[in-house]
């Protein structure tokens, strides 16, 4: 078995370490004995979806977003092909903000790529925090920091989890992200995958499935090191 993962616009989006997303996807698949490559497509290539199995949508500054709102328009119809037909996509703080409609910013709207209906506006002062997650999703805690100025509606979608402890979507809805078919969105940072395997998994499990069928399994791994990582951020911050 084999995955290739497609890193988007690195050369513009890459805040708070989210190649370390992608270390840890390939380092996860590779322990189980199943091939992974990783393809970086930069501002100036063409992404062609057919051979992704997992995107990686990472963080930028507003004037980075401003920038790559271009390059978006010239994939969005792809793209949206891509996640309706159940493609895997993880979509980090700015990349986050531009899977919506828009992203408004006192220096102008963004447009974004209009894969899931929400939309994200600036706020007053910036929801800085150490963050704790209850997912549906996992049994195990989803911990990250978080450093954002946009305030994201999420309208009818599922988020991908309640906030314990931090800010999450917008300071006040007490939850955080969201989950659209197979896409996940989030602010969280850190990187995100590395202390939480559980999401990491949950990507490579999926991506899996749609390229070979539902009977897919994945083999455990010692996650002891990545389990302590976690636990002892749970434990700072909400016990």
């Known amino acids: 078995m084999k995955l290739t993962i497609g890193h988007l616009y690195p050369d513009l989006l890459n805040l ?26 930069e501002s ?3 992404v ?34 891509y996640v309706e037909s159940d493609g895997v996509v993880i979509a980090i703080c700015g990349g986050y903000q531009l899977l919506g409609k828009y992203y408004k910013t006192d220096q102008g ?18 929801l800085i ?17 978080e450093n954002h100025g946009g305030r994201t509606c999420i309208q009818n979608n599922k988020p991908l989890g309640k906030v314990l402890t931090g800010a999450g ?13 197979n896409v996940i969105g989030t602010y969280l940072h850190g990187p995100l995958l590395p202390k939480n395997p559980q999401l990491a998994d949950w990507l490579i499990l999926r991506a899996l499935k749609k390229k070979y069928g539902e009977e897919v399994e994945l083999t455990d791994l010692d996650d002891t ?12 911050f909400v016990k």
Request: one cysteine or more; hydrophobic letters at 30%; aromatic letters at 10%.
């Open 44 to 46: 100036n290539d063409r």
């Open 16 to 41: 708070y370490g989210d190649r370390g997303n992608i270390q840890c996807l390939m380092k996860r698949c590779q322990w189980r004995g199943i091939e992974a490559e990783t393809i970086a497509f």
């Open 129 to 145: 925090h150490n963050i704790v997650l209850k997912s549906e999703l996992f049994d195990m805690p989803i911990v990250g920091f």
């Open 109 to 126: 709207t963004i447009t974004g790529l209009e894969l899931v209906d929400m939309y994200t506006e600036q706020g007053e002062g910036r």
């Open 169 to 181: 979507n917008d300071g006040t809805s007490g939850y955080e992200g969201v989950v659209y078919r």
């Open 48 to 81: 062609d979806f057919s051979g992704l199995d997992i995107v990686l949508l990472g963080g930028g500054s507003d004037r980075e977003q401003m920038l790559v709102c271009e390059k978006l328009k010239e994939i969005r119809d792809d793209f949206k092909s």
């Open 225 to 236: 090191q990545e389990k302590e990582a976690n636990d002892y951020i749970y434990k700072r």
